[in-house]
């Protein structure tokens, strides 16, 4: 297997146009994190033609909910959440400049359509594997929608985060591409 390819965020269009299905990488800098109630309270902000609380320009999103923090640690346990579940908004945030998303399981067509259009990466994260993905996480602040918890937007600090690349900007697609193989066998 070849080694892990480091990657410092800002993350830009030329940088995701690099990478390839099956690459694995690690993530150094700013990753922001947003689940499902920050992207519909951001999706409708932009609805009423309201400026954004965070600029999406470059960033990569990782699409979490962390548990609480242990005295001394940044953040508990921190794993993907479902990414599906964002996907209604995606399209519409991938527009405002995000060139990375990180979170696990399969995308709609839409989403990797969109992920074309504008030369996104999509990560996975190994879920089950949430204490061992907060040790790359140095750091922990909120930046909007602190009423929504353990779901507001925040900045999360990495050093050498772990991911996968499972859909690359050009739409290739490993989930569909390793799923394919075992079409084939009996009973499944």
């Known amino acids: 297997m070849a080694e892990p390819i480091k990657i410092q965020t800002p ?6 146009r690099k990478l390839h299905v099956g690459d694995a990488v690690l993530i150094s800098g700013t990753i922001i994190a947003a689940r499902d109630a920050a992207h519909k309270a951001m999706t409708e902000a ?6 954004l609380p965070v600029d999406w320009k470059n960033q990569m999103v990782y ?3 962390p548990t609480p923090a242990k005295p001394g640690d940044p953040i508990g346990s ?3 959440t479902t990414s599906g579940r964002m996907d209604a908004y995606t399209p519409t ?4 400049g ?3 998303m990180i979170g696990k399981g399969s995308r709609s067509a839409a989403v990797v359509e969109s992920m074309k259009k504008n030369g996104v990466t999509y990560f996975a994260a190994v879920g ?3 204490a061992l993905i907060a040790k790359s996480v140095k750091k922990y602040e909120v930046l909007a929608y602190p009423e929504l918890g353990p779901e507001a937007v925040a900045a999360l600090t990495v050093e050498d985060f772990p991911a996968i690349v499972v ?17 084939t066998l009996k009973g499944y």
Request: hydrophobic share 30%; net charge negative.
């Open 98 to 100: 995000i060139k990375g």
């Open 167 to 183: 859909i690359d900007c050009e739409g290739n697609n490993l989930y569909e591409t390793n799923q394919a193989k075992y079409r």
């Open 63 to 65: 699409y979490l909910g």
């Open 93 to 96: 945030m991938l527009d405002q």
């Open 128 to 130: 089950g594997a949430a």
């Open 11 to 16: 993350f830009t269009e030329e940088m995701s």
């Open 46 to 51: 932009l609805a009423r033609g309201e400026e």
């Open 78 to 80: 921190c794993g993907p």
